[in-house]
C-alpha cells in the first residue's frame, strides 16, 4: 500500500514527492532580545537572559550549524554522489558556476561529509590536473603531524575521476561561516563594514587598528613557527590563502597543496622559508595601509606606517622585508614581537574565560532537558505493563497534575499564562528536590494535593525507573 501511495494513475510519480521546496533562512531577527541590565535584584532571583547565552554569540553558533548542514541534490549540483569516502558535496565557490584559480590551476571548493566518521570536511579540487610523481601525495603525511590552532589541517590527498577529468583532491578541517582576509578587508563590502566597525569604536581612522594588526601577526607567526620547526614551508601567506573562522582569529589555509602541485622532494624548503618571512611582511604591509598596492610604494606605506602605528611593529615589518639572511628566521620575529604575544596571550585567557562562563549556563539547561524528557515519557503513556491507565494512576497522576501545574496554568479570565521564568523556577526546584510545598489539583477540581517538589522528584525517578526495568 505504502510502495503505491506515491503513484498516479498513469503510473507516474505524484510530483510532490519530488519536488523541491526553497530552504528558508533562519529569522535571527525574531528571536526575542536581551534586556536591559537590572541591578539590585531580589536575592535568589535571576533574568530569564542569565540562563541563556548570549544573542550574538548564539546567532553565530546557529549560523554555524546552519551552514554545516546545508546540502543539496548532487544532480542538481551536477556533483557526483560520492567521490573517495565522501558524499553529500556542496560547493563553497562564491561563483559555483565558475572555477577559481589555484596558483594558474582551475580549482573548486566543496563541502563534504567523510563516511568513516561522519564529520565535514573541505575537498580543494584541483580541476584537470595530471599526478606526474606518485611520490608527491606523501608530502601530505608530514603535514598531518601538524596540529596547531592557526593551521588548517590536511588530513589526505588523493586523484579521482569522480568529475569526469582527472583531478586532484586534497582534504582539510571544515571551519564554517569562514571568510578570506581578502574577502573581509579589500571588498566593497568588507570595507564597508570595517568603516562602521571603526566609527562605532570611535577610529577616526579609516585604518585597521594596531591591536587587530599585532594580533594577526601574532598568530600567523604562530603558525610559520609551527611549519617552519617541521622542516616545511607555508608557502601559501597571502590574503586569499588566510581563514577569518572568528573574532581576530585567523588560520593558515591549503597547507601543503604547492608542495605537491609543484613537488620538488623538498631540495628548496630553506629558500621558501625565507619567501614565507617576506610574504608575511609584504601581508601586514596591505594590512596597515589597507590597501593591494601598498608594497609597490614602500616608501609611502611606511610613511603611513610610522604615522599610525607605533616603532615596534614598524620594525617588525622592516625585519620580515629584508635580504634572507642565514640569521633571518620566524624566530628573530617572534622576540622583536616581545611583549605583543603577551597581550595576545592574555587577550585569548579572557576570551576562553568568557566562553566558560558562557556555557556553564548551559549546563543548567541540560538538567532540564533531561528532566522534562523523563517526563515526556511518563506522561500520557498509552499503556505499560498491561495496565492502559499505568499514567493516570499512583504517583505518575501526581507527575500528571505537576506538569499542568508548570504548563497549563491560566489566570482569572482563564488565558493561559505563558511565563518562562514559571517554568525555569519549578523546574529547578524540581531537579533540586527542595521542600517547598505547592498545590496541585485535577482538571475538574473535585481533588487537591499538597505535595513538596522533593515528593514530585521522588515520584518521577520511581515511575523512569518502572519504564527501564525492562518490563512490558
Not at 569522480?162 to 566593497?188: E, I, K, N
Not at 477540581?445 to 515520584?459: A, D, F, P, T
Request: proline share 5%; with cysteine.
Amino acid at each position: 500500500m505504502m510502495a503505491n501511495m506515491g503513484m498516479m494513475s498513469s503510473g507516474q510519480m505524484d510530483p510532490y514527492f519530488y519536488m523541491n521546496f526553497p530552504r528558508q533562512p533562519l529569522q535571527y531577527h525574531l528571536y526575542t532580545s536581551q534586556l536591559p541590565h537590572i541591578s539590585n535584584l531580589p536575592p535568589h532571583q535571576r533574568t530569564i537572559q542569565s540562563f541563556f547565552i548570549p544573542d550574538n554569540l548564539r546567532e553565530q553558533l546557529t549560523q554555524r550549524n546552519e551552514a554545516t548542514l546545508l546540502s543539496a541534490s548532487a544532480r542538481e549540483l551536477g556533483l557526483p554522489q560520492e567521490v573517495h569516502k565522501y558524499h553529500s558535496l556542496y560547493p563553497l565557490d562564491e561563483q559555483p558556476a565558475q572555477a577559481g584559480n589555484y596558483f594558474g590551476h582551475p580549482s573548486w571548493l566543496y563541502k563534504a561529509i567523510s563516511s568513516n566518521d561522519g564529520r565535514c570536511y573541505v575537498l580543494l579540487r584541483i580541476e584537470g590536473f595530471r599526478l606526474v610523481n606518485e611520490t608527491s601525495l606523501s608530502v601530505v603525511e608530514s603535514w598531518r603531524h601538524i596540529r596547531h590552532s592557526n593551521v588548517v589541517s590536511i588530513h589526505e590527498a588523493f586523484t579521482t575521476r569522480a568529475f569526469g577529468d582527472s583531478s586532484l583532491v586534497m582534504v582539510y578541517d571544515y571551519h564554517p561561516c569562514s571568510t578570506t582576509l581578502y574577502h573581509t578587508y579589500f571588498t566593497p563590502q568588507g570595507q564597508a563594514a570595517l568603516q562602521t566597525e571603526l566609527q562605532a569604536n570611535g577610529n577616526n581612522t579609516s585604518l585597521i587598528p594596531e591591536k587587530t594588526l599585532w594580533s594577526y601577526l601574532t598568530q600567523l607567526a604562530s603558525a610559520v613557527k609551527a611549519c617552519h620547526g617541521s622542516g616545511l614551508a607555508a608557502r601559501n601567506i597571502e590574503l586569499s590563502k588566510i581563514l577569518l573562522t572568528g573574532k581576530n582569529r585567523i588560520r593558515l589555509n591549503n597547507v601543503g597543496a604547492l608542495d605537491i602541485l609543484q613537488f620538488d622532494s623538498g631540495q628548496n624548503v630553506t629558500r621558501y622559508q625565507q619567501e614565507d618571512l617576506l610574504a608575511l611582511g609584504k601581508l601586514m604591509v596591505a594590512l596597515a595601509c589597507n590597501s593591494l598596492q601598498s608594497f609597490h610604494n614602500l616608501p609611502q606605506s611606511f610613511e603611513v606606517i610610522t604615522r599610525y602605528y607605533s616603532p615596534d611593529f614598524k620594525n617588525a615589518i622592516l625585519f620580515l622585508l629584508s635580504k634572507p639572511l642565514p640569521t633571518k628566521t620566524i624566530d628573530e620575529v617572534i622576540t622583536l614581537m616581545g611583549p605583543r604575544i603577551l597581550h595576545e596571550i592574555n587577550c585569548s585567557q579572557l576570551y576562553n574565560d568568557t566562553l566558560e562562563n558562557e556555557l556553564s549556563r548551559e549546563l543548567e539547561n541540560g538538567r532540564l532537558v533531561r528532566l522534562l524528557s523523563k517526563m515526556g515519557f511518563i506522561n500520557e503513556r498509552p499503556e505499560f505493563d498491561m495496565d492502559p491507565s499505568w499514567s493516570e494512576t499512583g504517583d505518575r497522576y501526581i507527575i500528571k497534575l505537576f506538569r499542568d501545574y508548570v504548563f497549563h496554568q491560566v489566570d482569572e479570565n482563564g488565558v493561559p499564562v505563558v511565563d518562562m521564568v514559571h517554568v525555569l523556577t519549578c523546574l529547578n526546584k524540581l531537579d533540586a528536590g527542595v521542600d517547598e510545598k505547592i498545590m496541585l489539583m485535577s482538571r475538574d477540581e473535585q481533588s487537591c494535593l499538597i505535595v513538596s517538589y522533593k515528593e514530585v522528584k521522588n515520584c518521577i525517578m520511581t515511575a523512569f525507573r518502572d519504564l527501564t526495568s525492562g518490563r512490558k
